[in-house]
C-alpha cells in the first residue's frame, strides 16, 4: 500500500502537472464555432500524446463532428471507464475578460491561486485530475490496479451530438463496470460531493416570420403584425406569476424529493443569501413555494437563453422586421420526458401566435433527468475516499446542469455512473473569467487516486 | 396672366429639364457613409450652380454635417420657404439593382416612362419639380410673384442632425410666412394629395441588467431571475388584446378623425387586401375596431423595433445573461406629449420588472404629431391648384412616417407647412431600383407653379 507515496506524488510534481494544464487550455476549443475546428483536433491530439507519456495506448478516433480520444491501461476487474470532455464554451463577451481567454494566468483568490482560462474548470482542470492520479500511480506503483478506459470528447458543449453513435459502434471496446465522470462540483471549498440527482435537458430555437420584407414601422407600423411583438408574447405566456411553465402536461412525472433527502439538504447549512449575493442579486424569481436548493435540483424550469431580431446595432431603425428569434431551453427532473414536452411546448407556441406568423423550429438533443441509486458500493466507496481526502463527509447533492453522458453510459452500456467534480460554485464556468482553483486541481488528484484505490479493493 | 405660358414651357423644355434631374441623380450623395462625403459636397454645390443659373442668390453653407443649400430669389409678400433635400439612402443590396443605381436610365412603366435611380423619388426627382417651377415662372415673367427661399439639407436620411441649429443660428433669413416640402406622395397615380397629418416620433432603448455576470442556467436557473424573461414580460404588457396601448396616459389628446375625414377616406377605395398581400400578410394586427387606413393614418402605436440578449450566436449556450436590450419607438397623433409619454413609459417598465432587476433607459429624440388646419389660406390655394392640374381633387391624407422639419418649422420659425408631393407608392423609395416617373416629374413641377400663383394672388 503505497497511498501516501502516490499523494506525496501530486504535490512533489506540482508545477510540472500545472504546466500541462497550462499547455491544455491554451488551446482554443470551442467546439460550437466552426472556424476552431483544427483547434478541437489539436486539443484532441494533446490529449493522446499526454495519455501515451502517461502510460495509455491511446488514439484520437474520427466522428462526424470533433475527435473523441480513447484510451486504455491497465488489466483486472473492475474495468473503469472514465469521462471527459476537451471542448470549452464561445468566450463572448470577450471585452468582460481581464487577460485573453486562452492565455491562462495564475491569480490568488478568496481560496488560494487559481487559474484563469475558459475551460479551467469545465473541463479541462477536472479531466487534467483524473489524468493525474492515474499518472502518479503508474508512477509510483508502475501499473494501475485495475483497467481503466478513458473517453474524452470534444462537442459537451454543443450537445454531444457523435457520442451516442460512436458509444454503440465501439461497445466491445467499452465493455466496463462503472463509470465515472468529473464535471460536478464541490458543495463549498472545504465538503466534496457526490452528484447523485441531475437534471436532464432540452433545447429549442424558434424563428417566428410575418411580412415577406422589412417594414418601415411609420407606413405599416399598426395593421402590420411584429413578430418581436408576439415573440414576446408567447415566451411571457410560458410561466404563470408563480414562476410554474404553462406548458400543457409540463409537470407529468415531476415527483417530490423524499423527505430524508430534503432533511439532509436543509442541513447543509446552505445559505441562499450568499447564492444571491455572490451574483448581485437578492431574492428568488424561481418557481414558488420551493427553496432555492430544491429549484435548482429538483424542480424543472424553462429559460429564455438568447433572443434577437429587429435593428440591434448602434442608433435608431424604425423598422418592423420580418422576424424573430429565441433560443430556449428546459432542465428536465424525474420521469419528464424530453420528447413529449417538444412536443407540448410546439403546439403551446403555435396555438399562441397571431395567424399571419409563421414558425420554424430548431431541435436541440433532449434527454431525460438521472437519479442515482445511494446504496451501490460505488457511491460507497466514493463516499469513503472523499472522506479520507478532505476530512467532511461528502454531500449527496442534486445538481441543476444536465450530464446527459451519464444517461447514454446507463442506456447503451447499462453503466451506473459516479459523478465526483471539483469545481466551486464561484468558477464562472461558461462565463468571462472562468478559473480552477489549484487546491481543486491539486486535490482532485488526490481523490481520484482514493477512489480508484477504494474500488479497485472493494470489488 | 401668363400662366398657360408657363405650363407650357415645361413641356416645350422636357428634355432639357429631364437632362439636368439626370446630371443631379449622377452624384452618389449618399450621406450615412463617410466615404461619399465629398459626393454630397458636390451634391450640394451643383444645387448651388443650379439655383444660380434659374435666377436665385444661392451659396452652400458649412455644417458640422453635410453642407445645407440656401438660397433666395424675388421681393413680395408672402415670403415663401421650400424645404428639400440632396442627400440619399444607401444602395444594399446592390446585386438587386437591374442597373448601376447612380446610372440613371429610363425605362417604361406601368404609367409611362420613369427614370429609375437612388433618390430619383427621394428626394432629388421631387425637390427638382419645385425649382424647375421656379425656372419657368422666371423665364416667362421674368421674376418671381412673391419672395421665395429654398433650404435644402444634405442630412435628411439620418436624421437631420445639423438641421436644427441652422436654422436656429439663421433664422433672420428665414422669416418666411409659409414652408412648403415636396418629400410626400400621390393618393394613387390620378389622384394628388395634401398630407394634413403627419404622427409624431418617440424612440427609447432599454437595459434591463440582473445578475452581476452571465450565469449558467443549469446551476442558476430557476431561482437568478432571467432579464430576458423580463424583458418578453413588460414588452409583452405594453399592449392589451385589442392591440391598445396599455401605458398611463398614453391615449391623452388623441382625437378621433372629424366624420367628414373619416367619410373622405371610406370614398378612397383604399384596398386593405393589396396592402397586406404585398407584404405577405393578410389581416390587421392594429388597434381594434380602427380600419387600416385609420391606423397607419390616425392612430398611435407602440412597435419594438429590436430586441437582443443573451447567446444568439449558431448552436447553443444555455446562458442566464447578466442583461438582455430592446429598441422601441412611438408613432404619435394629435396632442400626445413625447415626454409625458416618455415619462409614464418608463414609469410602465419599472413598476413591472423583477425588484432584482435595474433598467436603464436611453432616450431617442421625440416629436410631436403634426395636424395642419384644413381651413388655411396655404390648404386652400393648394387644394384649387392641384384640382386645377390634375382634373381630381386633392385627397387629404395622413402620413404614417414623421417629417421631423415640419416640426422644426414650427417650433423655431412659427411656420405652417403645406405637404404636396408627387412620388407613388410603387416608387421604392430606400430599396433597388428606385423610380420617379417622367409624368409626376413634369406635371409635379406644373402644380408648383400653379401652387406658387394661387398663394401669391390670395395673399
Known sequence: MQLSKKIKFIDENETDLLKRLIDFLKIQSISTDKSFSEDCKNAANWLVRELKFVGFEAKAHK??????????????????????????????????????????????????????????????GQLMTFINACRAIIQIDGEL??????????????????????????????????????????????????????RGMLGEELTIKAANKDLHSGLYG????????????????LH????KVTIKDFYKGVTE?????????????????????????????????????????????????????????????????????AKISFRLVGEQDPEEIRGQFRNHIRNNIHRDCKVKFFSKDGSKAISIPLDSPLIRAAQKALLDEWGTKPVFAGCGGSIPVVGSFKEILGL????????????????????????????????????????????
Open 63 to 124: 466522428t462526424a463532428g470533433h475527435p473523441i480520444v480513447l484510451a486504455s491501461a491497465g488489466a483486472g476487474h473492475p474495468h473503469l471507464l472514465f469521462y471527459g470532455h476537451y471542448d470549452v464554451q464561445p468566450t463572448d463577451p470577450r471585452e468582460e475578460w481581464k487577460h485573453d481567454p486562452f492565455e491562462p494566468t495564475i491569480e490568488s483568490g478568496p481560496n488560494g491561486n487559481q487559474v484563469i482560462a475558459r475551460g479551467a474548470s469545465d473541463d479541462k
Open 145 to 198: 490496479p485495475c483497467r481503466i478506459s478513458l473517453i474524452i470528447e470534444g462537442e459537451e458543449e454543443t450537445g454531444s451530438p457523435s457520442f451516442e453513435m460512436f458509444l454503440e459502434s465501439n461497445k466491445h471496446l467499452l465493455q466496463a463496470n462503472y463509470a465515472l465522470v468529473c464535471d460536478t462540483g464541490m458543495w463549498n471549498s472545504q465538503t466534496p460531493a457526490i452528484s447523485t440527482m441531475l
Open 222 to 237: 399598426g395593421p402590420a403584425v411584429n413578430p418581436i411583438r408576439e415573440l414576446t408574447r408567447v415566451i411571457s405566456s
Open 240 to 243: 404563470d406569476a408563480n414562476g
Open 257 to 325: 424529493v423524499p423527505n430524508y433527502i430534503k432533511k439532509q439538504w436543509s442541513q447543509l447549512n446552505f445559505s441562499s443569501n450568499n447564492f444571491f449575493s455572490e451574483i448581485g442579486l437578492n431574492v428568488s424569481a424561481g418557481e414558488y413555494p420551493y427553496s432555492v436548493l430544491e429549484q435548482i435540483w429538483s424542480r424543472p424550469t424553462c429559460e429564455i437563453n438568447g433572443i434577437w431580431g429587429g435593428y440591434i446595432g448602434n442608433g435608431f431603425k424604425t423598422v418592423i422586421p420580418s422576424e424573430a428569434n
Open 416 to 459: 451506473e455512473t459516479l459523478l465526483v467534480g471539483f469545481s466551486l460554485e464561484d468558477d464562472r464556468i461558461h462565463s468571462p473569467n472562468e478559473k480552477y482553483n489549484l487546491k481543486s486541481y491539486q486535490k482532485g488528484a488526490k481523490s481520484w487516486i482514493r477512489i480508484i484505490s477504494e474500488i479497485a479493493d472493494y470489488s
